[in-house]
């Protein structure tokens, strides 16, 4: 059953307590009960330390009588800190009493604390919201109305004092055991405590702390009570702790000298990432001359090509934005086609080197891996305290079977590395101005301005990806929002500040690009995908082609192609996730991450929604959007995408928690629960990216022998012409250097007096007819106007040769050419040629050694 909004939750730690436990949960209950209207729904944790009297019996007779008191019980006596840890992480309320068994601090006392912690929620200067306000006997407003022992008071002083020098200055009494915080900032602080004894008060204020969050001491009645745990020496404990706590971070702060924030763990996670991804792509690295990836159809050649492209814009200082070797002689805008400018201009020297397959292939495999520590480090860095937690979340982030159906094609959508660095940013900027005060403006412009060039950036690497995971960030924010509104009105100022300053560095940075983009030559306004364009609902249940457990057979029919297979979670995870979702529901994490990865999904189904196994057709959620600006050409399926990371930040929160025993005690719960994990990863588990034999270049190109037949400003002319099913004279032409333009091609362009986005040229009359005959086989009817047609496109395309490779139905081919240019052709260096006759000023420039 889901549990209703818990309004506070109060954990009360016990050890042998069988003489005063009764009483003191008796005043709570009737505390809080009292005032139904304050306190709303309220919850009673018991947390048993291995107590070997009768607490837990007294614990569970109070827990049959009243259903919101819950008992916990640790395996052994392992300490307060302990205790405490077990209680908070099984809360669920928005705000957390600690108090002890004893009831040293009456109960009443509660008030006091949780009107300060309402006085930080609402002071405008506080930018950050609330965090913990703390029962002290050290201000001068408390009332100690029976004092210990003089000796004892003092030697609590003094450990109090040298508690402030060692860790929380300013702090006057860190281990009065009353304390009331912010519901999730708790959780997460004592998520990420060590400390088991009574240092655990002292670590969790340094935490928060360090974290910015406000802790304000307030005075409150306090009695000594006969049989209290607490000896004089246990502050002479609590600084032994604290020093074994420093020197443990210490000596994991070793590599932190040598290199910032990086251990050992994480080059070992980086580096399993990097042979991950080589083992994906072995066939590929196996024959870079020859090695095709199978599964891209013509997106291998297509990329290849936009390498050469920039690089020999960048070698010889063209405008990297626009080129007229394809689609000849309009030529292509390659700021509107995801040439991925951020790598390929600076890889120039690679793919001038060593050619733009090895361009490909390291854009490939170290662009994953890059992809996947990233999400490592920010899930570590910003959402779990275990790094091989964090890396198992990464791994399903980065090679999610979304992700790895774009592997075959895409890097554009695989090489995702800026995407968790902008998250991270972002999130800088939500917390500035931390410890109450107003945000420090230099921080604010900094993040902002770093914002802003990480996004600049990955405009260049990819603007679809970059909207995509704004539209995460998104729905991400306002389900934080909703939860937390706290957090939000400390977080919309900074961040407004922040994006402010972002767009100052992107819109000059952006501007020609942008325009050349969307006004330039060759622009479009938007690309057409069709209308089957959304996932089937059955393509979040299914396994993908390429994971271990899936089949071809029954991948294909839920997706547009294999480059498209943007669901495919497989039925385990989808089953696992909403598991995770309801054993974690307490965090407002998850139920953000839940709702994200939801509404990512059904937008996912484009604008018309078929129930599967019916005729029954429903209104998508995307058809809000399928019209708007920039949305226009977003391949709707792809927006599943967004719940890779989610559920990757999910499972990194489920695989952190079970690796804690403090969390989850027993070890068999612990194995049943990575035992599931398991379960639901490995059906999904990518395997290699089959490859096969890619076709020669033609000796004609491949030799040069090209060039004795074209002059310059005219172009070579493939039968048929490259178009996106069939493009491998863009492989001609990358592999030979970009010696020659040709007609057609695969890319985006407009197409009609509207500019809509089409893939590939423009149609016209002679590549509709030699593709017509390359599908079928059959010759259509030639005659005088089919031959003038014919004519006027090649002299529209400028062409110097025509030229027919060896390739099915190349009979037919041949007959059709020859019939359109009443002509035969020569056979040339493997090829069929027919060269037509150049202009009195492109003839005089033709070299004299014709074939």
Do not use: C, N
């Given at each position: 059953m889901v549990r209703p909004t818990v309004t506070l939750s109060v954990v009360v730690p016990a050890y042998n307590e069988e003489a005063r436990l009764r009483p003191t949960l008796d005043a709570v209950r009737a505390h809080l009960g009292a005032d139904p209207g304050r306190w709303g729904e309220w919850e009673l944790i018991v947390v048993d330390d291995g107590s070997s009297d009768g607490t837990v019996a007294i614990a569970e007779a109070v827990a049959a009588e009243e259903p919101r008191v819950r008992v916990v019980r640790s395996p052994g006596n392992h300490g307060k800190g302990h205790a405490l840890r077990l209680g908070v992480l099984a809360s669920y309320g928005r705000r957390v009493l600690l108090t002890d068994a004893d009831l040293a601090t009456p109960i009443e006392e509660l008030d006091q604390l949780d009107k300060q912690l309402d006085k930080q929620l609402n002071?405008?200067?506080?930018?950050?919201?609330?965090?913990?306000?703390?029962?002290?006997?050290?201000?001068?407003?408390?009332?100690?109305?029976?004092r210990q022992w003089a000796l004892r008071e003092w030697l609590g002083r003094l450990g109090n004092r040298l508690i402030q020098a060692v860790a929380v200055d300013g702090i006057a009494d860190t281990q009065c055991g009353f304390k009331l915080f912010d519901g999730d900032r708790a959780r997460a602080a004592f998520a990420a405590s060590r400390l088991d004894g009574w240092g655990i008060d002292?670590?969790?204020?340094?935490?928060?702390?360090?974290?910015?969050?406000?802790?304000?001491?307030?005075?409150?009645?306090?009695?000594?009570?006969?049989?209290?745990?607490?000896?004089?020496?246990?502050?002479?404990?609590?600084?032994?702790?604290?020093?074994?706590l420093k020197a443990g971070r210490s000596r994991s702060a070793r590599w932190a000298r040598r290199a910032p924030g990086l251990r050992p763990v994480d080059l070992t996670v980086a580096v399993l990432f990097v042979l991950a991804a080589l083992v994906l792509y072995k066939g590929l690295w196996n024959d870079l001359d020859h090695s095709y990836l199978a599964d891209s159809g013509s997106d291998q050649n297509q990329w290849e090509w936009f390498f050469a492209v920039t690089a020999d814009n960048v070698r010889h200082l063209h405008n990297p934005l626009f080129t007229t070797f394809q689609n000849f002689p309009d030529g292509v805008n390659l700021m509107a086609n995801t040439v991925m400018l951020g790598l390929s201009v600076p890889l120039t020297p690679v793919t001038l080197a060593f050619g733009p397959t090895v361009t490909w292939a390291?854009?490939?495999?170290?662009?994953?891996?890059a992809t996947a520590t990233a999400w490592y480090w920010l899930f570590a860095r910003r959402l779990v305290r275990n790094r091989w937690a964090a890396a198992l979340g990464a791994a399903l982030a980065a090679f999610a079977p979304p992700m790895m159906s774009h592997a075959n094609a895409h890097p554009n959508f695989l090489v995702l590395f800026m995407i968790p660095v902008i998250i991270d940013r972002a999130l800088r900027l939500c917390e500035a101005g931390t410890g109450g005060e107003s945000p420090a403006p230099n921080r604010v412009a900094r993040d902002g301005v770093l914002l802003g060039l990480f996004m600049t950036y990955q405009i260049f690497l990819g603007e679809e990806p970059l909207l995509l995971a704004v539209m995460g960030m998104l729905l991400f924010a306002l389900a934080y929002a909703f939860q937390r509104r706290d957090v939000a009105k400390a977080a919309v100022r900074p961040l407004l500040r922040g994006l402010g300053y972002a767009l100052q560095v992107c819109l000059p940075l952006l501007a020609f690009p942008l325009y050349w983009q969307f006004f330039g030559p060759q622009s479009y306004h938007s690309v057409l995908h069709g209308d089957n364009a959304g996932n089937s609902p059955l393509s979040f249940l299914h396994f993908s082609g390429r994971a271990l457990f899936g089949t071809e057979a029954a991948a294909d029919p839920l997706a547009m192609n294999r480059t498209e297979q943007n669901a495919f979670y497989g039925w385990p995870l989808i089953a696992l996730s909403v598991g995770l979702v309801v054993w974690l529901r307490r965090l407002a994490v998850v139920r953000a991450l839940a709702f994200t990865a939801v509404v990512a999904a059904l937008l996912s189904l484009g604008p018309k929604v078929r129930i599967p196994f019916t005729d029954v057709v429903l209104t998508g959620?995307?058809?809000?959007?399928?019209?708007?600006?920039?949305f226009e050409s977003v391949i709707e399926s792809r927006v599943a995408m967004i719940c890779a990371p989610a559920l990757g930040a999910l499972l990194a929160l489920a695989a952190d928690r079970l690796g804690d025993a403090a969390v989850v005690p027993r070890r068999?719960?612990?194995?049943?629960?990575?035992?599931?994990?398991?379960?639901?990863?490995?059906?999904?588990?990518?395997?290699?990216?089959?490859?096969?034999?890619?076709?020669?270049?033609?000796?004609?190109?491949?030799?040069?022998t090209y060039r004795s037949y074209v002059s310059p400003g005219e172009s070579v002319v493939p039968v048929p012409l490259p178009d996106p099913g069939d493009a491998e004279a863009l492989h001609w032409q990358s592999a030979s250097g970009l010696g020659f333009s040709v007609p057609g091609g695969y890319f985006n362009g407009p197409w009609g007096p509207d500019r809509v986005g089409i893939y590939g040229a423009s149609p016209r009359f002679t590549s509709n007819w030699l593709r017509e005959v390359r599908n079928t086989g059959q010759v259509p009817p030639i005659g005088p106007g089919q031959q003038a047609q014919a004519r006027f496109d090649l002299a529209f395309w400028k062409a110097g040769v025509v030229v027919l490779a060896p390739q099915p139905n190349d009979a037919a081919l041949y007959e059709t050419v020859e019939k359109l240019l009443g002509e035969p052709g020569r056979r040339v260096d493997g090829v069929w040629i027919w060269d037509l006759p150049a202009s009195g000023a492109a003839r005089a420039s033709r070299s004299s050694g014709g074939s």
């Open positions: 002071e405008q200067s506080t930018d950050v919201g609330p965090g913990a306000a703390i029962g002290s006997r050290a201000h001068p407003d408390a009332r100690i109305e029976v002292v670590e969790i204020l340094r935490y928060f702390r360090r974290a910015g969050w406000p802790v304000t001491e307030v005075p409150v009645r306090w009695a000594h009570q006969p049989g209290s745990k607490v000896r004089p020496l246990d502050y002479g404990r609590v600084l032994l702790e604290l020093v074994r390291l854009v490939l495999t170290f662009g994953l891996a959620p995307w058809r809000v959007l399928a019209h708007q600006p920039l068999t719960e612990r194995l049943v629960g990575l035992m599931a994990l398991a379960a639901a990863l490995i059906p999904i588990v990518p395997t290699p990216m089959p490859v096969r034999e890619r076709p020669d270049v033609p000796a004609f190109i491949a030799d040069g």
